[in-house]
């Protein structure tokens, strides 16, 4: 379903992704681990159009969308949740909602979509008048998958959903994501707790200094004792 093909991806001097290629195909999860500023984020960036590249391709569907803008890209069907949860602070929960499906024009579809959301992430609901900033960091993170999830998208990149969340949510997160794949929906995941990354994938990717060095399922890379030991503690 994603294809990335040798890119490269620099800010100035600094070369953030090396010739990196890995595959995402149709209902999987895949992890992306590696420490920071290994060059993942970049790596997502790039896909969703936000960080330009210098050389190869990204193919959604056999489509080339390495020169897309983020508009277009969304529309093909793929959005991204990003590092920080990025809500709109000074809007309500409902509004954030409805800005992730800005590109549709069935209003219907959205009213019931929300309304889904709400069901789903019941304190949202609840919350639905309340400006986003006033959220806790949790909740914050639960809108912004929500969010994502408005567009009706084919494929979610998420970049560090568990990033500054208390250890008793960051489970209901890993689930939520997790739970994404049973509505037919692809996952790449960026994921600073490697453990937790590798063991709900189907696959992983190991990024280090912006190129690839290990690929595998999640139980090869659980298993790699290069792995465990710079990434699992032993």
Do not use: W
């Amino acid at each position: 379903m994603l294809e990335i093909e040798n890119i490269s991806c620099r800010y100035g001097n600094v070369a953030a992704v090396k010739g990196v290629s890995l595959q995402v195909r149709r209902g999987e999860l895949v992890s992306l681990i590696g420490a920071n500023g290994a060059g993942k984020t970049s790596t997502l960036r790039a896909i969703s159009g936000v960080a330009p590249i210098s050389t190869g391709r990204i193919l959604l569907d056999g489509v080339d969308i390495a020169q897309s803008t983020p508009k277009a890209i969304l529309m093909r069907g793929l959005a991204h949740c990003p590092e920080g949860r990025r809500v709109f602070s000074d809007l309500t929960v409902k509004e954030n909602l409805e800005l992730g499906a800005f590109l549709r024009r069935d209003r219907a579809g959205i009213s019931s979509d929300v309304g889904d959301m709400y069901k789903r992430f019941p304190v949202l609901g609840e919350r639905r008048g309340q400006a986003a900033g006033t959220l806790s960091g949790g909740e914050q993170q639960m809108l912004a998958i929500a969010r994502a999830l408005m567009s009706r998208p084919k494929i979610v990149l998420f970049d560090e959903p568990s990033l500054g969340l208390a250890p008793t949510i960051i489970d209901s997160v890993f689930d939520l994501i997790s739970g994404i794949r049973t509505q037919g929906i692809t996952v790449l995941l960026v994921e600073q707790n490697a453990f937790a990354a590798l063991e709900m994938c189907d696959r992983a990717y190991l990024l280090e200094a912006g190129e690839l060095k290990r690929e595998g399922t999640g139980r090869e890379l659980l298993a790699d004792p290069a792995v465990r030991a710079a990434y699992l503690g032993g």
